[in-house]
T-cell receptor, first 115, second 113 residues
């Protein structure tokens, strides 16, 4: 499967724990985006990364959230000290280096539940 | 700031009925416009797009026309099928970093046999 791969698909955490969500972009894609979908809402942009660089993090909460896309390995979205309001579906998307068309290729999402 | 507004759902139709899902936007400049579809348990897939005024995007029988004068991008299909049941999202990209999309809240479509 050459699509965007996210794991885990489902993650349950208790308040105060850490959540780590992983995303491997499509082969040949070097741009990664993270979006959050709260229940009954549309997707909200969080962060845009290229290899080893954060390009735009204007949608990231100021505290507890961080993202990286290392030279080797998947992109990671990390949420520290989770709270109930972090319960959501987190979608990763990728696009090729040339960009331009605006088409994003989405993974199936990671659904975080905070107890 | 830029925003997208979609008609509220759920929309329930019988098979072969005509579908319209309204989408209007607010943006500075000249955004590209998109419709994405999300089937149950899956990620979003691009359904169609339009990059400039009066463009018509089309795919799988769905169409949408970029109307600058009414700032709209309504999704239509002449005859829906049960397999079209999904959540439909309208989105815009304001240019530059085109991966930063602004989504509407989504409209759930249920098609009954």
């Amino acid at each position: 499967n050459a699509g965007v791969m996210q794991n885990p698909r489902h993650l349950v955490r208790r308040r105060g724990q850490e959540a780590r969500l992983r995303c491997s972009p499509m082969k040949g894609h070097s741009h990664v985006y993270w979006y959050r979908q709260l229940p009954e809402e549309g997707l909200k942009f969080m962060v845009y990364l290229q290899k080893e660089n954060i390009i735009d993090e204007s949608g990231m909460p100021k505290e507890r959230f961080s993202a990286e896309f290392p030279k080797e390995g998947p992109s990671i979205l990390r949420i520290q000290q989770v709270v109930r309001g972090d319960s959501a579906a987190y979608f990763c998307a990728s696009s090729p280096p040339t960009g331009g068309t605006g088409e994003l290729f989405f993974g199936e999402g990671s659904r975080l539940t905070v107890l | 700031g830029d925003s997208v507004t979609q008609m509220e759902g759920p929309v329930t139709l019988s098979e072969e009925a005509f579908l319209t899902i309204n989408c209007t936007y607010t943006a500075t400049g000249y955004p590209s416009l998109f419709w994405y579809v999300q089937y149950p348990g899956e990620g979003l897939q691009l359904l169609l797009k339009a990059t400039k005024a009066d463009d018509k995007g089309s795919n799988k029988g769905f169409e949408a026309t970029y109307r600058k004068e009414t700032t709209s991008f309504h999704l239509e299909k002449g005859s829906v099928q049960v397999s079209d049941s999904a959540v439909y999202f309208c989105a815009l990209s304001a240019g530059g970093n085109t991966g930063k999309l602004i989504f509407g809240q989504g409209t759930t479509l249920q098609v009954k046999p």
